[in-house]
Nanobody
Framework: EVHVVESGGGLVQAGGSLRLSCVVS????????IGWYRQAPGKERLGVSC????????YWDESLKGRFTISSDNAKNTVYLQMNNMRTEDTAVYYC????????????????WGEGTLVTVSA
């Protein structure tokens, strides 16, 4: 069974950068797609981006405007979310999830979820 664990969250000042990690166990990354989601306080969970088993990427949230980048390191079975020029509205719990492929729409969901890591952006 695939298991994912997020890390790298914390407090960052607006304009700063942060990199989140999603470590995958139970199988290798090249066999799964990994998606990033986030849930702001009092809001619903929304999709951020996804990387497929072949390395193709999807950016579900157009409001990110290129500030966020998803990437993978197959040797470490890890997927990253690089977040640059962060804004206060980026404050959220960030989750990664695994499935056999990236869904066309984030709200289709994915199969295996982590517990999340909190990102707080201060003004």
């Amino acid at each position: 069974e695939v298991h994912v664990v997020e890390s790298g969250g914390g407090l960052v000042q607006a304009g700063g950068s942060l990199r989140l990690s999603c470590v995958v166990s139970g199988y290798t990354i090249d066999g799964y797609a990994i998606g990033w989601y986030r849930q702001a306080p009092g809001k619903e969970r929304l999709g951020v981006s996804c990387i497929s088993s072949s390395g193709g990427t999807t950016y579900w949230d157009e409001s990110l405007k290129g500030r966020f980048t998803i990437s993978s390191d197959n040797a470490k079975n890890t997927v990253y979310l690089q977040m640059n020029n962060m804004r206060t509205e980026d404050t959220a719990v960030y989750y990664c999830a695994a499935d056999y492929k990236c869904p066309e729409y984030y709200y289709y969901g994915m199969r295996n979820w982590g517990e999340g890591t909190l990102v707080t952006v201060s003004a």
